[in-house]
């Protein structure tokens, strides 16, 4: 583990120009959304599927054998958290396993099925990678190609596999950036703060099951208020625009930054250890006396850091770094600190 910590913090001290960006993946209330619409239509397919057994009176092994299976991965998949690392992981596993099952019911007549999988493809579809979609569309295409008679070029398949690409793409494109735009400050573009508690929640999880070591980083701009009375808040929010571009010319692209007042920020630096962390706030600290404009007026950031554990809560994550802060600032501030 102290061999991966050290190619991590390698690779934290290189830094990054990418943004991190909260994707439909990503967050733990999609990913609630997403777990409960895929368990409750496979619950809905596979106890459809148990009635029309009965009623055919058939024995049916391999539909019996397939059901079990599938209710099998059901149950398994209902028991993962929304926050787990495995959640989209174990939906793909049981969708692909309840097409299996689909089908297998199909080639025994129970073709009625079919019609209530189409909620339950669109969620699929959403999941998927485009690109994959892009491919499946084409395999289907030519395989209804190849099935027909003569094997005919039918176009509408083919425009009707383009069409689902530009709708998933879109869609997806659409559904990021309303997840963009309420995660995030209007001013600056960082994240804010009702999107740094469910990170936070994740982080806590990620720790108590993979012992993943993360670090926060609160910091406060030291004399903004000052420079908002002396320059005006254009100014001062100029400052702030400035001071998020260079923190994130600082750390990796799935570092997070988020603002949770008007002149406090957190960052939160995955796979990090606090003297890591403190690194990186020095290096801050640095960069902003090279590359902070010549038309604003000076400024400095404080920062107190803590090291995320299974022993506490996202609120007491916050505690500690503040009062870390804290020292920092009662030492005339732009300094960094680690808690104790």
Request: aromatic residues 8%; negative net charge; contains cysteine.
């Amino acid at each position: 583990m102290r061999d991966s910590l050290k190619d991590r913090s390698n690779d934290l001290a290189s830094g990054g120009s990418r943004i991190f960006k909260p994707t439909l993946l990503e967050s733990p209330e999609s990913g609630e959304l997403i777990q409960r619409s895929v368990l409750y239509l496979s619950a809905l397919l596979t106890f459809g599927g148990f009635i029309h057994i009965i009623n055919r009176s058939e024995p049916h092994s391999s539909m019996w054998f397939s059901l079990g299976v599938t209710a099998i991965a059901l149950i398994v998949a209902w028991r993962i958290p929304p926050s787990s690392r495995y959640l989209i992981p174990s939906l793909h596993s049981l969708m692909a396993i309840m097409v299996l099952n689909l089908c297998l019911q199909v080639v025994h007549g129970v073709s009625s099925l079919l019609l209530w999988t189409l909620p339950f493809y669109l969620i699929w579809i959403m999941l998927l990678p485009t690109v994959l979609v892009a491919i499946a569309g084409v395999a289907v295409s030519v395989v209804t190609t190849y099935l027909a008679d003569n094997h005919p070029v039918v176009p509408a398949n083919y425009m009707l596999a383009l069409a689902s690409v530009l709708v998933v793409h879109f869609g997806k494109e659409q559904v990021n950036r309303q997840l963009q735009l309420a995660s995030s400050d209007p001013l600056t573009g960082a994240l804010n703060r009702r999107y740094l508690l469910t990170q936070l929640s994740s982080m806590r999880a990620e720790f108590v099951r993979a012992e993943r070591i993360s670090s926060l980083v609160l910091m406060d701009v030291d004399g903004l208020k000052a420079i908002n009375d002396s320059f005006g808040h254009r100014m001062g929010d100029a400052v702030l625009e400035s001071f998020v571009t260079i923190v994130r010319e600082r750390v990796r692209g799935s570092d997070a930054l988020f603002r949770i007042g008007g002149d406090e920020f957190v960052l939160i630096l995955g796979d990090a250890e606090a003297s890591d962390a403190l690194k990186v706030a020095n290096d801050v600290r640095q960069l902003i006396r090279e590359q902070a404009s010549q038309e604003l007026p000076e400024f400095a950031i404080s920062f107190g850091i803590c090291c995320v554990d299974e022993s506490s809560s996202a609120d007491d994550w916050l505690e500690r770094a503040d009062e870390a802060l804290y020292e920092a600032k009662k030492q005339g501030g732009d300094a960094a600190r680690m808690a104790t």
